[in-house]
């Protein structure tokens, strides 16, 4: 393995920051691309490759500023972290599907493809923005550099990736560094006889208010609808978490560890919930 010759643990934090959408650059494919069920959260059923028919011809949105009154909440929580632009602008080098209706199927089915991989980045960039060791922290930034080359391939290549086999190693990495970061929290926090690894757990709709979370593990976790307000929720790990409409009112996530801008547009919070640098408080928080 090649060596980085110094630790920069501020690239990792520039690169998560950088990773926004871009609608006006995009063609309007998560309103396009994407398989939706109606449900709570989507108000129609829409096929993949079927264009909602809320999607003008400009690719902006008609009901942009009543999505949620009207069902379309889904739309809302909603984060490509640039991948739509990605596509658009760069694979098929801004050759939208409507002039180009010959180009519309495969670039419907590299938008997920694309999606995944940013995500993937997303992940890792925020990873190596931790004071993890040296041999960690090299690992991370291979592995950054194999995903960035990755979204840079041509249609047929993105198409050709098996998605699973680039998770397997990441997974493995995010876990490595989740064991650290929170291990430094908790020697921190001091002796406490409370439970760290809540991996999986079902805390749907309990009452956690106030309640000392610092540095628990809870990837994967089922939080839809619980009460964190007020919790202090540094240093937790966030993976994978399921935080439909959980109160985070007041609640400290300031160094929560893999928090997603899904994540937060799905819970309720307001301006006294403290979020990591790179995420935004949605429009729809109430004071």
């Known amino acids: 393995m090649s060596e980085v010759k110094k630790m920069d643990f501020t690239i990792g934090k520039k690169i998560r920051e950088s990773l926004q959408a871009d609608c006006q650059s995009c063609f309007g494919l998560c309103c396009t691309a994407l398989n939706i069920a109606a449900s709570s959260d989507f108000a129609i059923h829409k096929a993949a490759g079927t264009p909602c028919p809320n999607l003008q011809s400009d690719f902006s949105c008609q009901i942009h500023h009543k999505l949620r009154d009207q069902g379309f909440k889904?739309?809302?929580?909603?984060?490509?972290?640039?991948?739509?632009?990605?596509?658009?602008?760069?694979?098929?080098?801004?050759?939208?599907?409507r002039q180009f209706p010959e180009v519309s199927e495969k670039m419907f089915r590299v938008f997920p493809i694309m999606d995944q991989l940013y995500e993937m980045i997303a992940y890792v960039a925020e990873a190596l923005s931790y004071k993890v060791d040296s041999s960690l922290y090299n690992k991370l930034h291979l592995q950054l550099e194999q995903l960035q080359r990755a979204t840079e391939l041509e249609a047929d290549a993105l198409l050709a990736i098996d998605i699973p086999t680039f998770r397997l190693p990441v997974n493995g990495l995010l876990l490595e560094t989740s064991e650290q970061i929170r291990q430094s929290h908790i020697v921190k926090i001091g002796k406490n006889t409370r439970k760290y690894d809540n991996r999986g757990v079902d805390w749907m709709g309990k009452n956690l208010k106030g309640k000392?979370?610092?540095?628990?593990?809870?990837?994967?976790?089922?939080?839809?609808?619980?009460?964190?307000?007020?919790?202090?929720?540094?240093?937790?790990?966030?993976?994978?978490?399921?935080?439909?409409?959980?109160?985070?009112?007041?609640?400290?996530?300031?160094?929560?560890?893999?928090?997603?801008?899904?994540?937060?547009?799905?819970?309720?919070?307001?301006?006294?919930?403290?979020?990591?640098?790179?995420?935004?408080?949605?429009?729809?928080?109430?004071?």
Do not use: E
Request: with cysteine; hydrophobic share 40%.
């Open 74 to 97: 889904g739309c809302t929580v909603f984060d490509c972290l640039g991948a739509g632009q990605k596509v658009s602008q760069t694979t098929f080098h801004g050759q939208d599907w």
């Open 212 to 287: 000392d979370l610092r540095a628990t593990d809870l990837r994967g976790s089922y939080l839809i609808a619980a009460n964190l307000q007020n919790a202090d929720l540094r240093g937790v790990d966030f993976i994978g978490a399921d935080l439909r409409d959980a109160n985070l009112r007041g609640a400290d996530l300031s160094t929560s560890m893999f928090l997603t801008q899904m994540q937060i547009n799905s819970a309720q919070g307001n301006l006294q919930t403290k979020l990591p640098s790179h995420l935004k408080r949605p429009s729809h928080w109430v004071v």
